[in-house]
């Protein structure tokens, strides 16, 4: 006897995790578009691809990155796996190439070592707007040669890549970190200052293990305590202070607009020398949409040969965000160059053997599914976008045609079926 108050239980559906940002059509056509345009670029500029694992050891994060840093002491996903080594998923690109290129012996051949990577990569921040705990990048690094025109030609680069996607309203700001040989002076001079201000235990802390990473704090309060702080721009040695202005000479020379932000700290400890950030003011708290600079020591500090680098990250989530506050559109929303409309079973069979031919010609197409009469179907070849639409009928069938319809022209005529993927590739090249 059945129970006629027994109801079933409604089953929730489930969420993406929080801080994940899903791309989902029509959306995504925005996402592949960045994230190819800038991988176009670094390929344009004799990079090559890398892939790089989703988690490595956790100690070339702990050891690369910086322990005294907020991604490695409070923003990574670290675990164990099930033999009980410790590993976490990726929080930025550089570390994990500086492992690969010693692992491989890829600084053994021709350097610079050029490489281009792009993927996911993990950080447990507080969501918000362009800020993710997934966030998407795209990166270069170039490894073995301490040449200024080097970092030019990595700054400029970027700088063509989010041009290349028609973004305008961004800007970027560049300084120098110094190096092994003036950094320590500076240093402890700027330690000296900050000893002298009442910060609280944390900030204070921070200042003993790198002090740097005080100028960075965003606390109203903290910038107000360190306006005066010593800068490293005005304690460069001779060497730093010529790589510096050879590095900013060659940008004038290529027309790459810069604004020089003596206070600008990376959230990473590895940098030296070249510094950069690119930043959009249309996003507001969370406006750097990429950047990068030199770390030299970073190699021999992972255990390899004692060779300089310079690299790139540009954030696809935050370019995405920035493009949209513009008002700039990018992505096809085209989803295939051909639709077919097939009328009754028959007209299936042979309209399926024409897509598969035209795909195989190269030709993107798709066709209507679900026996939906002309009109429903012809909605559905809207919605693909389309350029050209085959309508396959009895008709057409007995006599050994298709009639194809273009779309933009909103003409029509009929094509042999034995010469309609020959046809369609002359018009669609």
Not at 48 to 73: C, K, M, N, W, Y
Not at 228 to 247: G, W
């Amino acid at each position: 006897m059945s129970d006629k108050n027994t109801k079933t239980e409604k089953i929730q559906p489930f969420s993406a995790p929080k801080g994940v940002p899903d791309y989902a059509p029509p959306r995504s056509a925005a996402f592949v578009a960045v994230r190819d345009a800038f991988i176009r670029q670094a390929h344009l500029a004799g990079f090559e691809h890398i892939e790089l694992p989703i988690f490595e050891d956790t100690g070339l994060f702990a050891r690369g990155v910086g322990e005294s840093t907020d991604v490695v002491s409070k923003e990574m996903y670290t675990f164990a796996d099930r033999g009980e080594r410790s590993v976490t998923l990726r929080p930025e690109g550089t570390a994990g190439v500086m492992r690969a290129v010693i692992e491989h012996s890829l600084d053994r051949g021709q350097l610079p070592v050029k490489l281009n990577y792009a993927g996911p990569f993990f950080r447990y921040e507080r969501p918000q707007a362009g800020r993710y705990r997934q966030l998407q990048q795209v990166g270069v690094e170039a490894i073995g040669v301490d040449d200024p025109a080097l970092d030019a030609e990595i700054i400029a680069l970027a700088d063509r890549s989010y041009r290349s996607l028609g973004l305008t309203g961004f800007r970027l700001e560049l300084t120098s970190l110094g190096d092994s040989n003036c950094r320590p002076a500076y240093r402890q001079k700027l330690q000296d200052f900050l000893f002298n201000l009442p910060l609280d235990e944390e900030t204070r802390r921070r200042a003993e293990i790198n002090p740097l990473r005080v100028l960075d704090d965003k606390r109203a309060e903290v910038r107000e305590m360190t306006a005066d702080a010593p800068l490293m721009l005005d304690h460069l040695d001779d060497e730093c202070r010529t790589h510096f202005e050879t590095v900013t000479g060659l940008l004038d020379d290529m027309g790459v607009p810069y604004e020089i932000n003596p206070r600008m700290v990376r959230g990473l400890d590895y940098y030296t020398k070249t510094t950069f950030e690119f930043i959009h003011d249309g996003l507001g708290a969370q406006s750097g949409i990429g950047g990068g600079g030199r770390y030299d020591g970073l190699m021999a500090q992972l255990g390899g040969q004692d060779l300089s680098g310079i690299g790139y990250g540009l954030g696809v989530d935050r370019t995405i965000l920035a493009l949209e506050s513009e008002g700039v559109a990018v992505g096809q929303e085209r989803r295939v160059d051909v639709y077919g409309v097939p009328l009754g079973q028959a007209a299936k069979k042979a309209m399926a053997g024409v897509i598969n031919d035209l795909r195989a010609a190269g030709i993107s197409a798709d066709m209507s599914y679900g026996d939906r009469g002309l009109k429903g179907a012809m909605k559905g070849a809207d919605r693909s976008g389309s350029l050209y639409t085959l309508v396959l009928g009895e008709n057409e069938l007995s006599n050994g045609t298709v009639a194809v319809k273009d779309m933009r022209a909103h003409d029509q005529q009929d094509i042999a079926l034995s010469e309609v993927v020959s046809i369609l590739r002359a018009k669609l090249a």
